[in-house]
């Protein structure tokens, strides 16, 4: 009894359903590298310190657009930074400006404050349903 317990316990633990977002990532310039995309839960860290970091190759890439899914525990509020890691150094390169010398996407399309990153609130978008679709073009310096 004790065994068909604990059994019970873990698949109902372990079979959490999960929930997809598909990202349709536009204005990608190179099929070389990879595409980074980084996930927050809260304004706390973002755009720094991600709560998830997805590296994805360039698989589907056609016409410089690419569609990408990431799947996340529980429902909520989110926000994407997307980057073409042209290089796959894992990082977003930049001058000695600061720069950004690879293209790199907020989700909700969210525009940069200058050489500043949105807000949190610029970003978010909520996950309600088992699959949430967003769209992204990346820009480019």
């Known amino acids: 009894m004790i065994h068909f317990l604990f059994?019970?316990?873990?698949?109902?633990?372990?079979?959490?359903p999960k929930y997809a977002i598909q990202i349709t990532v536009d204005n990608i310039k190179t099929s070389e590298g990879q595409v980074i995309i980084s996930l927050y839960d809260s304004e706390k860290g973002f755009p720094y310190e991600p709560e998830k970091y997805f590296?994805?190759?360039k698989k589907s890439l056609k016409d410089g657009?690419?569609?990408?899914?990431?799947?996340?525990d529980k429902?909520?509020?989110?926000?994407?930074?997307?980057?073409?890691?042209?290089?796959?150094?894992g990082d977003m390169d930049k001058n000695f400006v600061g720069v950004?010398?690879?293209?790199?996407?907020?989700?909700?399309?969210?525009?940069?404050r200058g050489l500043r990153p949105p807000a949190f609130d610029d970003a978010k978008f909520s996950v309600k349903s088992?699959?949430?679709?967003?769209k992204v073009a990346l820009r480019y310096f």
């Open 75 to 89: 429902p909520g509020d989110y926000a994407l930074t997307v980057v073409d890691d042209v290089n796959e150094n």
């Open 7 to 16: 059994a019970l316990i873990l698949t109902t633990f372990t079979n959490q």
């Open 100 to 112: 950004p010398k690879e293209g790199f996407a907020f989700s909700k399309n969210a525009k940069p």
């Open 65 to 72: 657009r690419a569609v990408f899914t990431i799947e996340i």
């Open 130 to 134: 088992k699959e949430t679709q967003l």
């Open 55 to 57: 590296y994805l190759p």
